[in-house]
């Protein structure tokens, strides 16, 4: 019973994403590309997916946006693109911690990522290593 529901709730889901990208694309107008020097976007990683389901991860990431880059490794991660930045805010809330065929989406945004390697870099030459 409880798988019935479970899958009824994913199938749910994915008509609902299915319908915003619909109502999104039809709303959307014409603006100014993404500038590459400084993408909008998130990433989505996938701990332990099979690979059958790579098909139907890509569907429902196309249909929160373009999808720019999808690589597998010892985990599935997939870069999605977006105009503006509180679009790729929004989805990145809205997929972070769905679950998806039994395992749960993990989605930072490119802004974020950004950030945490600016930090991680400019923090080495304070309080690091004394040299004598």
């Known amino acids: 019973m409880r798988s019935t529901m479970t ?10 994403v299915f319908l915003f990208s619909v109502w999104r694309r039809s709303n959307m107008s014409e603006g100014p590309p993404v500038s590459p020097a400084n993408p909008a976007g998130i990433t989505i990683v996938v701990l332990h997916s099979p690979q059958s389901h790579d098909d139907a991860l890509l569907q429902l990431c196309s249909s929160f946006g373009d999808v720019a880059t999808f690589a597998r490794t010892s985990h599935t991660q997939v870069e999605v693109m977006y105009e503006e930045q509180e679009d790729a805010n929004a989805a990145c809330g809205n997929l972070n911690g769905m679950s998806f065929h039994g395992v749960f989406l993990h989605a930072q945004s490119l802004q974020e990522l950004r950030r945490a390697k600016q930090q991680q870099f400019s923090g080495r030459g304070r309080g690091g290593f004394r040299h004598r």
């Open 7 to 16: 899958r009824i709730f994913n199938v749910a889901i994915l008509v609902f």
